[in-house]
């Protein structure tokens, strides 16, 4: 979200939540189906746990320049992929698992009246997570990564 530099004031925020998640399935998948599953499996890109923390502090630089630094984590458990045919099951050996990981993010910036410069600086440690593998990526052995670590610079004029 934008902010304006008359609606910052000095001071720490922390923010963030947690979520704990046992969505899987209550009977089995009906035999016409092509895909498989059994009742207790658990449901596709469904982590146990995930959580993020968030921490901004804002402070006055001038009397009309503010400041802010922050930085967040996130992190997201480990997940099954897509439910598979059973020929896939064969050949695989199972659904694909797709291993928790954790993400920081940094930002630092100065606001002016209604000018925002932010420079950050999103996946610091270049994580790979995985966020999706085999046939919902492409082909059967692709992945899909988070994108990795990423600088940048932002300048926001707000109307």
Do not use: C, H
Request: hydrophobic share 35%; glycine share 10%; aromatic share 12%.
């Amino acid at each position: 979200p934008t902010r304006r530099s008359s609606d910052l004031e000095p001071g720490l925020t922390i923010s963030g939540w947690a979520a704990w998640n046992e969505a899987q399935l209550t009977e089995n998948l009906p035999d016409n189906s092509t895909a498989v599953g059994e009742e207790d499996d658990r449901l596709p890109y469904n982590a146990r746990f995930s959580g993020k923390l968030s921490v901004e502090q804002n402070f006055p630089i001038t009397n009309s320049l503010n400041g802010f630094v922050g930085a967040e984590v996130s992190y997201v458990g480990d997940r099954l992929a897509s439910f598979m045919s059973a020929g896939e099951l064969f050949v695989y050996g199972g659904r694909f698992e797709l291993p928790a990981y954790a993400r920081t993010d940094l930002r630092t910036g100065v606001e002016y009246d209604t000018w925002t410069v932010n420079l950050f600086v999103n996946n610091l440690t270049d994580r790979r997570g995985i966020i999706a593998r085999g046939i919902d990526a492409g082909p059967p052995y692709s992945v899909s990564y988070i994108q990795p670590r990423t600088v940048g610079l932002s300048l926001v004029k707000t109307f």
